[in-house]
């Protein structure tokens, strides 16, 4: 069993609508949180990063934490065909931990 | 602005040939990591440097070896190349995290997809 599950979609949006994408992990001991976009043909570059449980906004994006259901959460609100892209969750125990990344889920926005 | 740049954007090589792939950063990381990337498995973590001249086997070494003469400069080496060698391959580089969160984010290279015929 992989340590990061995570659909891999594609999961089709129309323009405006909310995107949720999330993830489940089987090692309670993740502590360091993380959210990458990547666009066809780039390489990742990071969105969000959070710390333990809760939640974090920065803009349209919203990461939430649940360390008691080992799940992680992105919201996208209004979202644009910019925000078309794989997403990939990723987390590791430690700061000076190895990053555990998911499978990465493609998101499709449609105008 | 972070740069990470990588030697090639595509690959081809054939079965047995030594391969490599070469990747510098200009922001003086001290870290640096070799992933590849398949469909379904998302990235995995071939082999690490925390400094110059060390480093450290990740996830799934078999096959590979790297060397980090320079700070800068990451190479991945395909001693002989296989056909389950076709990937794409991804550089990273970051700070050591040393204070707060998101000091230690990782950076990364376009990618060099890489075909083993």
């Known amino acids: 069993q992989k340590e990061v599950e995570q659909d891999p979609g594609p999961l089709s949006v129309p323009e405006g609508a909310i995107v949720s994408l999330n993830c489940t992990y089987s090692n309670s001991a993740f502590q360091y949180f993380m959210w990458y976009r990547q666009y066809s043909r780039k390489g990742p570059e990071l969105l969000m990063y959070?710390?333990?449980?809760g939640n974090k906004e920065d803009g349209r994006f919203t990461a939430q934490v649940d360390k008691s259901s080992k799940y992680i959460s992105l919201f996208i609100r209004d979202s644009q065909p910019s925000d078309s892209a794989t997403y990939l969750c990723?987390?590791?125990?430690?700061?000076?931990?190895?990053?555990?990344f998911g499978a990465g889920t493609q998101v499709v926005v449609t105008p | 602005d972070v740069k990470v740049t990588q030697s090639s954007r595509y690959l081809v090589k054939r079965t047995g040939e030594k391969v490599f792939l070469e990747c510098v950063q200009d922001?003086?990381?001290?870290?640096m990591f070799w992933y590849r990337q398949d469909p379904g498995l998302g990235l995995r973590l071939i082999y690490f440097?925390?400094?110059?001249?060390?480093?450290e086997k990740g996830d799934i070494p078999e096959g590979y070896s790297v060397s980090r003469e320079k700070k800068e400069r990451f190479s991945l080496i395909l001693e002989s190349a296989s056909t389950n060698q076709t990937s794409m391959y991804l550089c990273?580089?970051?700070?050591?995290?040393?204070?707060?969160?998101?000091?230690?984010?990782?950076?990364f290279g376009p990618g060099t997809r890489l075909t083993v015929l």
């Open positions: 922001m003086d990381h001290e870290n």
């Open positions: 440097s925390y400094d110059v001249k060390m480093k």
């Open positions: 990723a987390m590791k125990t430690d700061s000076w931990g190895k990053l555990q």
């Open positions: 990273a580089s970051s700070n050591y995290p040393l204070g707060g969160i998101d000091t230690d984010t990782q950076y």
């Open positions: 959070t710390y333990s449980s």
